[in-house]
């Protein structure tokens, strides 16, 4: 197969994964690895360093969007990345240590986790009473819905800060947004509504992302002739994905989405614990 | 003084770290496109290098002095390297004018906690985490 013919289909591929990725809302990077690892046979080293990139341009191009609606709740992100980027590079610099293999079956793992997370039952309901350094932070705020602005504030702060620490350390383990774990934290652990907490979990991964993506960067994992398909493909298909969003019923395509994704992990730590990587 | 005082309001300073977001991922796709486009017309017709062995990239492609060198003499792979680095500088960016939105509003707590995650990130990228 010669370069050009490499490019474009994974140019093609990344557009599928970009647009899955935005539709189902678990990101580019979920589809992406298995990807290039199972059918592109690319070492899961240089998956994870583009993986990380299609994260980047995912979660930064979507953000304008969300900030326009007023959703996205800009100081909590801001708090919460304290956690997320301190895990990240942590999770980068362990990665050195771990074996490849190992990383596979645990990237197995967080996917099936990713994929059960978007069928379970969504926390709508907007708290009225916070906790104590949800005011001291001053984390409680208002987003607007179709039957007017409603304001909600949060509880547990410290246990929402800790899921996000996690959530980071996987972040820069295995080059995955993290977001199923970021929107457990907030969504289930601080009460947040559903809403705000998929929006701001979205404005966070960029910045996760990039504070791991320049350890692998400068550790080689980023290859040009794999880079320039997927961040070019990723974008373009994130942006027709949240076009068409407004059009269909995701719920049933993340149950397909939700049991393929699973079947794509079992194959993930099959490989993993026959040292296929 | 229009400009400075319209960045003043909560709301305006949101959407001025959306637009900072989106230029940045617009210009770095622009560059990558560019990059990938020369790569292709340069090398379309050779044959994939083996990406299923991991050998890491050299310094050419890591480095801040490699890939700029590589941009000056033209080098495609270094001009997609390039969109690479605008890509990761695009959040580092956003953390930044944050830290100045929060300053100008005087909201002292969220100055210190944006510095945290600048910290952070300038460790990573300076922290001899090079290995």
Same mark, same amino acid.
């Given at each position: 197969?010669?370069?050009?013919?490499?490019?474009?289909?994974?140019?093609?591929?990344?557009?599928?994964?970009?647009?899955?990725?935005?539709?189902?809302?678990?990101?580019?990077?979920?589809?992406?690895?298995?990807?290039?690892?199972? @059918?592109?046979?690319?070492?899961?080293?240089?998956? @994870?360093?583009?993986?990380?990139?299609?994260?980047?341009?995912?979660?930064?191009?979507?953000?304008?969007?969300? @900030?326009?609606?007023?959703?996205?709740?800009?100081?909590?992100?801001?708090?919460?990345?304290?956690?997320?980027?301190?895990?990240?590079?942590?999770?980068?610099?362990?990665?050195?240590?771990?074996?490849? &293999?190992?990383?596979?079956?645990?990237?197995?793992? /967080?996917?099936?986790?990713?994929?059960?997370?978007?069928?379970?039952?969504?926390? /709508?309901?907007?708290?009225?009473?916070?906790? +104590?350094?949800?005011?001291?932070?001053?984390? &409680?705020?208002?987003?607007?819905?179709?039957?007017?602005?409603?304001?909600? +504030?949060?509880?547990?702060?410290?246990?929402?800060?800790?899921?996000?620490?996690?959530?980071?350390?996987?972040?820069?383990?295995?080059?995955?947004?993290?977001?199923?774990? +970021?929107?457990?934290?907030?969504?289930?652990?601080?009460?947040?509504?559903?809403?705000?907490?998929?929006?701001?979990?979205?404005?966070?991964?960029?910045?996760?992302?990039?504070?791991?993506?320049?350890?692998?960067?400068?550790?080689?994992?980023?290859?040009?002739?794999?880079?320039?398909?997927?961040?070019?493909?990723?974008?373009?298909?994130?942006?027709?994905?949240?076009?068409?969003?407004?059009?269909?019923?995701?719920?049933?395509?993340?149950?397909?989405?939700?049991?393929?994704?699973?079947?794509?992990?079992?194959?993930?730590?099959?490989?993993?614990?026959?040292?296929?990587? | 003084?229009?400009? #400075?005082?319209?960045?003043?309001?909560?709301?305006?300073?949101? #959407?001025?770290?959306?637009?900072?977001?989106?230029?940045?991922?617009?210009?770095?796709?622009?560059?990558?496109?560019?990059?990938?486009?020369?790569?292709?017309?340069?090398?379309?017709?050779?044959?994939?290098?083996?990406?299923?062995?991991?050998?890491?990239?050299?310094?050419?492609?890591?480095?801040?002095?490699?890939?700029?060198?590589?941009?000056?003499?033209?080098?495609?792979?270094?001009?997609?390297?390039?969109?690479?680095?605008?890509?990761?500088?695009?959040?580092?960016?956003?953390?930044?004018?944050?830290?100045?939105?929060?300053?100008?509003?005087?909201?002292?707590?969220?100055?210190?906690?944006?510095?945290?995650?600048?910290?952070?990130?300038?460790?990573?990228?300076?922290?001899?985490?090079?290995?």
């Amino acid at each position: 197969m010669n370069i050009l013919i490499f490019s474009v289909i994974l140019l093609g591929s990344a557009y599928m994964a970009g647009l899955l990725g935005s539709i189902t809302g678990l990101g580019g990077g979920v589809i992406l690895i298995p990807l290039l690892t199972l @059918i592109f046979h690319v070492d899961i080293r240089y998956a @994870i360093g583009t993986a990380l990139l299609a994260s980047i341009a995912n979660s930064s191009g979507a953000a304008t969007a969300y @900030i326009k609606e007023g959703i996205t709740n800009i100081r909590l992100g801001m708090f919460l990345e304290i956690a997320t980027t301190a895990g990240a590079v942590g999770g980068a610099l362990i990665a050195i240590f771990m074996p490849v &293999n190992a990383i596979a079956i645990l990237l197995g793992v /967080v996917l099936i986790f990713s994929a059960a997370m978007t069928i379970r039952k969504k926390h /709508v309901h907007a708290e009225q009473t916070g906790s +104590k350094l949800s005011y001291l932070l001053k984390l &409680n705020s208002s987003y607007p819905t179709p039957n007017g602005v409603v304001a909600y +504030k949060l509880k547990n702060v410290g246990g929402g800060f800790s899921i996000m620490l996690l959530a980071g350390i996987l972040s820069g383990l295995l080059g995955i947004g993290s977001g199923a774990l +970021k929107v457990l934290a907030m969504d289930s652990t601080m009460r947040i509504p559903f809403k705000v907490s998929t929006t701001t979990s979205n404005f966070m991964i960029g910045v996760t992302a990039a504070a791991s993506a320049v350890v692998y960067l400068q550790r080689g994992y980023i290859d040009p002739g794999i880079a320039f398909p997927v961040i070019l493909g990723v974008l373009a298909g994130a942006f027709t994905g949240a076009r068409i969003l407004t059009y269909i019923n995701p719920t049933t395509l993340r149950i397909i989405f939700g049991i393929a994704i699973t079947f794509v992990a079992i194959e993930m730590i099959y490989n993993g614990l026959h040292h296929q990587f | 003084m229009t400009p #400075l005082k319209k960045l003043l309001g909560d709301r305006d300073i949101e #959407l001025f770290i959306g637009q900072v977001l989106r230029t940045g991922v617009i210009t770095a796709s622009s560059i990558a496109l560019l990059g990938g486009l020369l790569y292709l017309v340069q090398q379309g017709a050779a044959s994939v290098p083996d990406y299923s062995a991991f050998k890491g990239e050299g310094a050419d492609y890591t480095s801040f002095r490699g890939i700029f060198h590589g941009v000056a003499t033209g080098n495609a792979t270094e001009i997609i390297q390039l969109g690479v680095l605008v890509l990761l500088a695009t959040p580092i960016l956003r953390i930044f004018f944050s830290l100045i939105a929060f300053a100008l509003e005087k909201d002292k707590l969220y100055v210190v906690i944006t510095t945290i995650v600048l910290g952070i990130i300038l460790f990573s990228m300076f922290g001899g985490l090079k290995i």
